[in-house]
């Protein structure tokens, strides 16, 4: 395990979540090697510590930008915001958001 004094046991106790980022369906089928890299993250927490990691991958091949409902986005805010997560995990943070009102939560 890694040691960062910012990750405390409580951080530990908690889920680490893998959020894989919204793409198009073309990207999806055209881009294997970014989705690799985002399923990889999975052991980057265990190496940090993390035991029990969540992979939310509802959003895949459903752009942020098209307007559609993004299932696995709400189902990350809820876990965040009730505070079940210890980490969260992305390859672009820009990702994670769309919008000030999501940042905002």
């Known amino acids: ?3 960062n004094p910012k990750m405390t046991p409580d951080h530990l106790a908690k889920r680490a ?18 989705p690799r890299w985002q399923y990889a993250l999975v052991e980057r927490a265990r190496a940090l510590g993390w035991q029990q990691i969540e992979v939310i991958d509802d959003d895949l091949g459903h752009s942020a ?4 409902p993004r299932v696995g986005f709400k189902k990350r805010l809820a876990t965040v915001v009730l505070g079940e997560v210890g980490l969260v995990l992305s390859t672009e943070v820009a990702r994670l958001s769309r919008t000030d009102k999501d940042w905002c939560h």
């Open 1 to 3: 395990m890694l040691s």
């Open 17 to 34: 979540l893998v959020y894989v980022r919204p793409s198009t369906p073309k990207q999806v089928v055209h881009n294997q090697e970014s």
């Open 65 to 68: 930008s098209a307007g559609t």
